[in-house]
């Protein structure tokens, strides 16, 4: 019985050893793996930001459509003598200045 016990104990010994060494190596490891992520959190990566910028650029011609649109009903209104209309004219006018030059222009292709 007591040959077993030193055979289990020395298994274990083995054992908690490897365990031991794993954890030491993740402790020793921590800084650097936590270090790394801060750094990839912090930073945005050129396609991030070429991904981020087109969305930014449909977000922009999607509102501009909207207000082209808008801004064919009013002058209809407005010419048909609504002073509501012509008002909401000039403030679209006013939003599609601000607005155009934001929009990058595609070349034609001729």
């Known amino acids: 019985m007591r040959g077993l016990s030193i055979v289990l104990l ?3 010994s083995f054992a908690l ?4 060494a794993k954890t030491a190596f993740d402790v020793a490891t921590a ?3 936590a270090a ?5 959190l912090a930073t945005t990566s050129q396609s991030e930001a070429d991904e981020k910028r087109g969305r930014e650029i449909r977000k922009r011609e999607e509102r ?3 207000l082209q649109r808008e801004r ?3 002058e209809k209104a407005c010419l048909s003598g609504s002073s509501q209309a ?3 004219l000039s403030a679209i006018n006013a939003e599609i200045r601000i607005l155009l030059p934001q929009v990058p222009v595609e070349p034609d292709d001729d």
């Open 17 to 20: 050893s490897g365990c031991l």
């Open 72 to 74: 064919e009903k009013n």
């Open 10 to 12: 020395a298994s274990a």
């Open 86 to 88: 012509c008002d909401r």
């Open 64 to 66: 501009l459509g909207e």
């Open 31 to 33: 800084p650097v793996r």
């Open 36 to 40: 790394s992520k801060a750094v990839d």
